[in-house]
């Protein structure tokens, strides 16, 4: 979204072409006159699924430039503590004695990034980094600041510093700045600062370019669902059959975890993820549909056209084009299945809102909203408004169907750890899903549900789910069997490793000899012991001799300390740090952000203890950890169960973004 955006504004001034990471030509980076580059981070600190070529071809670039004999040898794996180590400015401090990277002169990037002089492959390139993230993570925006460093050492010179877009707070209005600036400087840079689409640029930016004249409907022919969805989200979507849904607590219990099994025959292997397209909940689409101008049917099959403009040599030519990624298809099918409608609005849908609202006091606070970042991220954050509140917030407001329909993100997919092996339930996908309902306004507002979660607890056997898979090669169990693999993963971080688990006992039950196996431990955590997930399989995978040891800690358990799975894993350090170091195991964290954060800084604590290692020592350590795919994360950002922190790291980010001129 905002690298069309980006390339809509530069298109009044530039030949600007917009492209993703994975389709982009690097042999073209070193003839770019101006490059600019908008990225996601994706779990703790690694790039997005896009981008993981770039990566690697940047890091490629970087080592051609440092060989003196050709004869470097790199590979996505070798080249993630180089990620790690050049996105954190904490490690400035630390002499890394490392063979593949330059941390010394990294840091004249991060701390003097406007005033150094290099040469190197990209000396003609200028450039730009807007990175994208959530504070909530410890590795904030590391990919984007690894892209950004690379660049510049490569002897890219920046036209703006790196900029960051925060989702806890001001994303929407951090890439407003700094899309302003970098265009400014761009022109500037170019010499094209009087040139008349400047003007028509800055109003770009600031106004969105969609109308009533430049959208509509037409009648059309439902699309196929599957095929929609593929075309939608680029994916290779598969429908898979309800084959039976368990809630892990009881039918009885107040919460729910839902254990779903489901029919396909998609490949997979233990660790990887599936993408599953939920449906919006239907009082949601039925309230927001009886508040639309419209002369539709809402079950008629329709098509959104969009009115392009195309600059020739015998003028400007108009013609209405399908909406690139909407498919023909109902307007209560849109709304169901392809748009979202609970995130809460943008500034930019608010001031359209404003625009056609009748009452004026409506008006007068949607425009406070669309033009305060203050009041909007307040109000934001508060009421965490989805689609239907906002019109009820707002009466007056009467979207015509078009329009409002042209400016919504789609619906994205939900992403669930696979918690099956192939072995054993052939033709089967298994996953774990914490049904999530909560109130806003710290517990004194509406009920909101989970989407994607609400959305399969409801569903009902034989029922089609839409998904693909996503691979996690770094998230597998070792080819070597011998290895020792210990598991972290409290609440529904479990889900992976039920598949590993299962994978295993199919391993054993295949082995002739099973005295070379590597021990298996599993750390497991919860709140009370009525909440321990997979109780029964545990016990049985002790019994059967596929997991050595299992730890339970307790964090709300009446009458009992509490205690964090970081908190067993200390009392067990040297039995750890003898696995991990003297017997080169795998450790594997899945859950949110903070837990691994903590399990990260005591597996650290540990090594570094038990090792006798100095601070630089145990960084390398660990760095290197990563470069040997023997430690692997899974990590999902801020859930229900962390609101504080989710409190404190707003907070945190509405600090930077007020500091921020």
Not at 9 to 29: E, K, L, P, R, T
Not at 374 to 403: C, G, I, T
Not at 461 to 488: H, W
Not at 589 to 609: F, N, S
Request: with cysteine; aromatic share 10%.
């Amino acid at each position: 979204m905002y690298a069309k955006k980006l390339g809509e504004i530069f298109g009044h001034a530039f030949n600007a072409q917009v492209y993703c990471m994975a389709d982009y030509d690097m042999s073209s980076i070193e003839h770019e006159a101006l490059l600019l580059v908008v990225t996601s981070t994706f779990g703790n600190g690694d790039p997005p699924e896009n981008g993981e070529m770039f990566a690697q071809n940047l890091y490629a670039m970087k080592m051609d430039e440092e060989s003196t004999d050709g004869s470097n040898k790199f590979t996505m794996a070798s080249s993630k503590s180089f990620i790690k180590a050049n996105s954190q400015t904490e490690l400035a401090g630390l002499q890394v004695d490392r063979k593949l990277d330059r941390l010394d002169s990294l840091r004249g990037s991060v701390s003097d990034i406007m005033s150094e002089d290099t040469f190197g492959p990209l000396s003609n390139v200028r450039f730009a980094v807007f990175a994208l993230g959530s504070s909530a993570y410890p590795n904030f925006c590391a990919f984007g600041k690894y892209v950004d460093n690379l660049l510049g050492e490569l002897g890219g010179e920046r036209l703006l510093k790196l900029s960051h877009g925060d989702e806890l707070c001001g994303q929407e209005q951090a890439f407003r700045k700094w899309a302003s600036d970098v265009f400014s400087l761009a022109c500037e840079t170019f010499c094209l600062d009087d040139d008349e689409t400047f003007l028509e640029a800055t109003q770009a930016l600031r106004a969105p370019t969609l109308s009533s004249a430049t959208v509509r409907f037409v009648e059309s022919k439902e699309a196929d669902l599957a095929k929609a969805l593929s075309k939608c989200h680029n994916k290779k979507v598969s429908g898979c059959t309800l084959v039976r849904k368990i809630n892990l607590h009881g039918n009885d219990a107040s919460r729910a975890t839902m254990l779903l099994q489901l029919g396909c025959e998609l490949p997979y292997q233990p660790g990887d993820h599936v993408g599953v397209f939920p449906c919006n909940r239907r009082e949601l689409v039925d309230g927001i549909l009886a508040r639309l101008q419209s002369s539709f049917d809402n079950d008629q099959p329709i098509e959104l056209q969009m009115l392009k403009e195309t600059h020739t040599s015998n003028g400007v030519l108009k013609n209405w084009e399908p909406h690139e990624r909407l498919p023909p298809c109902s307007l209560r099918t849109l709304f169901t299945r392809f748009l979202d409608i609970t995130t809460p609005p943008t500034p930019d849908l608010l001031q359209h809102f404003a625009s056609i609202a009748s009452d004026p006091e409506d008006k007068r606070r949607l425009n406070l909203l669309a033009t305060e970042p203050a009041a909007y991220e307040d109000w934001r954050h508060w009421r965490f408004p989805h689609l239907l509140e906002v019109l009820e917030e707002f009466p007056s407001v009467r979207p015509s169907p078009a329009l409002l329909v042209a400016q919504l993100t789609p619906l994205q997919p939900r992403f669930y750890s696979i918690s099956s092996s192939p072995s054993v339930f052939q033709k089967q996908i298994h996953i774990t899903v914490a049904v999530v309902v909560y109130r806003t306004q710290d517990g004194d507002g509406p009920l909101h549900y989970g989407v994607c979660s609400n959305f399969l607890r409801d569903a009902e056997e034989n029922d089609q789910i839409y998904l693909f898979v996503r691979s996690a090669p770094n998230f597998y169990l070792p080819t070597d069997v011998k290895r020792p693999v210990i598991m972290v993963g409290p609440g529904t971080g479990i889900a992976p490793f039920r598949g590993f688990w299962q994978h295993r006992m199919a391993q054993l039950q295949a082995a002739q000899d099973t005295d070379g196996f590597g021990k298996m431990w599993l750390f497991f955590g919860c709140r009370q012991r009525a909440l321990d997930l997979y109780h029964d399989e545990k016990a049985a995978m002790l019994e059967e001799k596929v997991l050595d040891k299992v730890f339970l800690a307790l964090s709300r358990e009446p009458d009992i300390p509490k205690t964090y799975v970081q908190d067993l894993i200390r009392k067990e350090a040297a039995s750890v740090y003898k696995k991990l170091v003297e017997e080169d195991g795998h450790f594997y964290v899945c859950g949110d952000c903070t837990m691994a954060e903590h399990v990260y800084q005591m597996l650290k604590l540990i090594i570094q203890e038990h090792g006798s290692m100095t601070d630089a020592d145990v960084e390398s350590y660990m760095l290197k950890m990563r470069d040997e795919n023997r430690y692997h994360e899974d990590i999902f950002g801020i859930t229900l169960r962390t609101a504080e922190v989710h409190n404190r790291s707003r907070e945190t980010a509405r600090i930077r973004m007020a500091s921020q001129p």
